[in-house]
């Protein structure tokens, strides 16, 4: 490990000494040279991506992305920042292919954002077109906005929709519907109210006492005696005429 660290000082020295000899190397602001170069193609797998610049750069606006053409970032582990320089570390099963590296550092007479890129390729190349240099927060790239340093786009604000609560008037209470009379048994939603069945209470009345009997009442006898009389009379006549014809 100490053997890797050492190697890494050693290249970050020379690639900085580099810049300060070959001014041209970039022409995209504040990056003077690259390992890889822009457009270079590699016959061995590479293992890290380092570029200096023409001075001390600012920790906290430095990014530094390598994407290949799929769009993912193929940098593993945090940056090495040695002030006017800095490494990063790339997979170590990367693929042959075309890449594209994306920087941003601090602009140096007003500490705005400012970047640029280039490509390299790990056996035949297959250039496409890139924003070699932007300077600015107006020309920022979504994803060098982003604070994550590994984020390859723009930062994603959640868009979650508050849920509604109904808030119900208390100066207008809800009126609950009545079951209809139709209905022959009440909805699930709707619990049937039994009201109580009414207990009679037998009120308390005099008991009537029981009637007296009334007489027998028949016909009244007095006619029949009457027409008895009659007839027994007129039978008593008519003997009495009947004797005295026979005896005469």
């Not at 799929?70 to 002030?83: F, S, T």
């Not at 609950?176 to 009120?203: G, L, Q, Y």
Request: charged residues 20%; glycine residues 8%; hydrophobic residues 35%.
């Amino acid at each position: 490990m100490r053997r890797v660290v050492i190697c890494l000082m050693v290249a970050i020295l020379t690639l900085a000494g580099a810049a300060s000899s070959a001014p041209q190397a970039h022409a995209a602001g504040r990056l003077r040279v690259s390992n890889p170069a822009p457009r270079q193609e590699l016959s061995e797998r590479p293992g890290w991506v380092s570029l200096a610049f023409d001075g001390t750069v600012k920790r906290s606006l430095l990014k530094v992305l390598v994407v290949d053409a799929r769009g993912a970032n193929v940098v593993v582990g945090e940056l090495i920042y040695q002030g006017s320089a800095v490494l990063v570390q790339l997979n170590n099963e990367l693929p042959r292919g075309t890449y594209t590296v994306k920087y941003q550092v601090d602009r140096k007479r007003d500490g705005q954002p400012e970047g640029g890129a280039f490509q390299f390729a790990y056996g035949k190349g297959r250039w496409t077109t890139v924003v070699a240099s932007w300077s600015g927060t107006a020309q920022q790239p979504p994803e060098m906005a982003n604070p994550d340093p590994m984020a390859t786009g723009p930062v994603v604000v959640p868009t979650t929709t508050p849920p509604v609560v109904e808030v119900s008037d208390p100066a207008s209470p809800t009126r609950t519907a009545s079951p209809s009379p139709s209905r022959s048994s009440a909805s699930p939603t709707e619990t049937p109210t039994e009201s109580p069945t009414p207990v009679e209470t037998p009120s308390e009345e005099p008991t009537p006492e029981p009637a007296e009997p009334e007489p027998a009442t028949g016909p009244d006898p007095v006619p029949w005696i009457i027409g008895a009389a009659v007839l027994v009379a007129a039978g008593a006549g008519g003997w009495s005429i009947l004797r005295r014809r026979r005896d005469g």
